[in-house]
């Protein structure tokens, strides 16, 4: 028995490898092993190809259009809200970056340094970039002069480089990574509060209107803050896989602490000096790895119709006695009408067979499958076929781009609705700190009261601290639920002032 047993064993590894080297399909389950399997997915669906250099990822084309379809949502908002794209170099002197002490202390960890030119020792080394706010503010303070120069808003699309971590991720640590970085300057705190709150909802919107993610949107504790900022706020996602939370983008109000730094000054109405109000704000290709995480199954990868590279694809269906030549100039016409009507739509005219075309593109995550095959043209009809729960329906050709436009858009609900089912099953109120371990323990999204004191939030991080990471704030969420009088903090035992998310993080 134990003979036969191995044997068994032996040939399901032999499957395996083989199914792993011609990279047919996925050889790993998302519950079982969601390590493996996000990685394997990643390169499988054609999202990234890894480098020589860790924590450095290829991105592919299919990679590039989810980004630049984010891009275009984001770029257009900002400048309704009159900010303007600018650029400016990847290099810090160390000078510069050490000007402002605790945002430097927050990062030295991370800053990768160019120290030769050639051969030759540099004079003087250069700090990578980790983020901009000690590049653009000397000349913040250059271009600023009177209250007419206000307010002035900038962003930039550039990749950042952070490198000191032990366990890189695609999308989620990287040590090089695509991102926006908007920095703003303003007369008065008002106007930079408002902004933070309008850029986060923007941040809201990539997340749940893209990309069908659900986020809780809240401010950072004081120990999880921007370093040298006033204060953060964020949009906070949730993998119930991993039982972790991970932070979708941030946007910062910097308050007057860089202003002071850089001499960022200006004179007002009254003709007397005064210091701008700052902001900082920022989201990364890391969304595209939380949406990975989200809606990706044991097929391979799952892409809300918003920002798939290709929605819709057109498969022919052969077999014998069909009619190819009509077959195919079916496939090119509905290709042609779809695109016609504003969808992203392509046929596979390779010559895998269609099984295998099949399982390619359910791995590559285009959200519908058409097949046209000899009984589809004898019936002037398509079949789509659903991404996300492999429904199938045969639809008169006439309209098909009404239910392909219905379809789409049903999936994006459907996916959304899932993702946020699957997400408030983890949640759990607690009140105590045996309530909090137990809630820990399990993986969950933990909500609950606090004192809002940093003493109290260092020792939760300590005495939860293990080899899955110790707990965090993950953010007070705005929309607070009611805090009955008497109510005591779950780690102190002080009055609470504040419901506050906690977990483990990404």
């Not at 003979?3 to 998302?30: C, D, I, P, Q, Y």
């Not at 370093?227 to 991970?246: C, H, K, Q």
């Not at 606090?450 to 020792?459: I, L, Q, R, S």
Request: with cysteine.
């Amino acid at each position: 028995m134990a003979t036969a047993n191995a044997s068994t064993h032996s040939k399901n590894a032999r499957m395996k490898e083989v199914k792993k080297k011609t990279r047919l399909g996925m050889t790993f389950k998302k519950d079982a092993s969601f390590g493996e399997w996000y990685s394997e997915v990643v390169v499988k669906s054609e999202l990234i190809e890894y480098y020589d250099i860790s924590g450095c990822y290829n991105l592919r084309p299919q990679t590039m259009a989810i980004w630049e379809t984010m891009w275009e949502f984001f770029d257009a908002e900002i400048k309704k809200m009159k900010i303007k794209n600018a650029y400016f170099p990847m290099f810090i002197t160390e000078d510069v970056l050490q000007k402002e002490k605790d945002h430097v202390e927050g990062f030295a960890p991370e800053v990768a340094w160019v120290t030769k030119s050639g051969q030759n020792d540099l004079e003087v080394p250069i700090a990578i970039r980790p983020t901009s706010e000690t590049v653009m503010y000397p000349y913040f303070a250059k271009w600023i002069r009177c209250h007419q120069d206000l307010p002035l808003k900038l962003n930039q699309w550039c990749s950042v480089v952070r490198w000191e971590f032990s366990h890189p991720t695609p999308f989620i640590r990287c040590r090089e990574f695509l991102w926006q970085e908007g920095h703003t300057a303003f007369a008065t705190k008002e106007e930079a509060d408002n902004e933070v709150l309008e850029i986060l909802e923007l941040y809201r919107r990539i997340y749940e209107e893209y990309l069908a993610i659900p986020v809780v949107k809240g401010r950072k504790s004081e120990f999880e803050k921007f370093a040298g900022g006033l204060y953060t706020t964020s949009v906070e996602a949730f993998i119930p896989n991993t039982g972790r939370g991970i932070q979708g983008a941030t946007s910062h109000c910097l308050g007057q602490n860089f202003a002071k730094m850089f001499e960022i000054d200006f004179d007002d109405e009254k003709g007397e000096k005064a210091l701008v109000w700052q902001n900082s704000w920022a989201y990364s290709i890391r969304t595209i790895g939380v949406m990975v995480m989200v809606h990706g199954d044991d097929k391979g990868l799952v892409i809300p119709p918003k920002v798939a590279a290709v929605q819709i694809i057109i498969i022919p269906v052969p077999y014998n006695d069909a009619d190819m030549e009509a077959i195919f100039a079916a496939c090119s016409s509905a290709v042609q009408t779809l695109q016609a009507a504003g969808f992203r739509a392509e046929h596979d005219f390779g010559k895998k067979n269609p099984g295998a075309k099949y399982n390619n593109w359910e791995m590559k995550g285009v959200p519908l499958r058409i097949e046209i095959g000899q009984d589809e043209i004898d019936g002037n009809q398509v079949r789509i076929v659903r991404r996300d729960n492999g429904s199938k329906v045969n639809v008169p050709t006439e309209n098909m781009v009404e239910h392909v436009r219905d379809s789409l858009s049903n999936i994006h609900e459907s996916l959304f609705t899932a993702a946020k089912v699957k997400r408030d099953a983890c949640k759990k109120v607690v009140y105590t700190w045996e309530e909090f371990m137990t809630a820990l323990n399990e993986k969950k999204l933990i909500l609950a009261p606090w004192c809002d004191e940093e003493e109290v939030e260092k020792d939760v991080r300590t005495r939860t601290k293990g080899e899955l990471g110790a707990a965090k704030t993950l953010c007070t969420p705005f929309d607070q639920p009611s805090l009955p009088e008497g109510t005591l903090c779950f780690a102190s035992g002080k009055p609470a002032k504040m419901w506050t998310y906690w977990g483990r993080s990404y």
